[in-house]
Antibody, heavy 117, light 107 residues
Framework: EVRLVESGGGLIQPGGSLRLSCAASGFDVSINYMIWVRQAPGKGLEWVSVIYGDGGTKNADSVKGRFTISRDNSKNTLYLQMDSLRVEDTAVYYC???????????WGQGSVVTVSS | SYVLTQPPSVSVAPGKAASISCGGSNIGSKSVHWYQQKPGQAPVLVIFYDSDRPAGIPERFSGSNSGNTATLTINRVEAGDEADYYCQVGDTSSDVVFGGGTKLTVL
């Protein structure tokens, strides 16, 4: 059974850092396209960061230079390192697996990040 | 960047059919995927590759895609279908893009 379990969210002050984790089971993160998607309160879905099977990464313009996606193949876990956090980064963050032709077929339960002083 | 446009809301009576549109430039040339999100829950894939259903999704859910519009249709709508619905395009060769979402209200 495929599962994604997230952890690491919380309340953080502006300018602070936080690392989200997404532990996967039932498939191998090292050969899959993985993505972080966020949803601000009352808003829609926004992709944040992706990591491809070959290890390449890409960030949305809104987080470029501040967020870093990575994975630990030995732990089968995906990470999102978030630095220089802003109030507008407040959201529920989801990790998801992206199938070869685009659908996000499995999602984590979401991790709440609140940036506030 | 590519833009997907959805109506903010759609209302439907129980037992009737609901259609949710997703507009984009020449979207018919892309693969479109649809998600259902209920309050406090993660999104769930309900249609992929324009019209395929994942295991466990009722046959009442169907999709189509042509020209500049993709459509999610829910037949014989039930109270439990009330949710936000998002369309999405993108794959390993292009950025993931989501529509703004449509709130389906069952009257």
């Amino acid at each position: 059974e495929v599962r994604l379990v997230e952890s690491g969210g919380g309340l953080i002050q502006p300018g602070g850092s936080l690392r989200l984790s997404c532990a996967a089971s039932g498939f191998d993160v090292s050969i899959n396209y993985m993505i972080w998607v966020r949803q601000a309160p009352g808003k829609g879905l926004e992709w944040v960061s992706v990591i491809y099977g070959d290890g390449g990464t890409k960030n949305a313009d809104s987080v470029k230079g501040r967020f870093t996606i990575s994975r630990d193949n030995s732990k089968n876990t995906l990470y999102l390192q978030m630095d220089s956090l802003r109030v507008e980064d407040t959201a529920v963050y989801y990790c998801a697996r992206v199938a070869a032709s685009g659908p996000l077929d499995y999602w984590g339960q979401g991790s709440v990040v609140t940036v506030s002083s | 960047s590519y833009v997907l446009t959805q109506p903010p809301s759609v209302s439907v009576a129980p037992g009737k059919a609901a259609s949710i549109s997703c507009g984009g430039s020449n979207i018919g040339s892309k693969s479109v995927h649809w998600y259902q999100q209920k309050p406090g829950q993660a999104p769930v894939l309900v249609i992929f590759y324009d019209s395929d259903r994942p295991a466990g999704i009722p046959e009442r859910f169907s999709g189509s895609n042509s020209g500049n519009t993709a459509t999610l249709t829910i037949n014989r709508v039930e109270a439990g279908d009330e949710a936000d619905y998002y369309c999405q395009v993108g794959d390993t060769s292009s950025d993931v893009v989501f529509g703004g979402g449509t709130k389906l209200t069952v009257l």
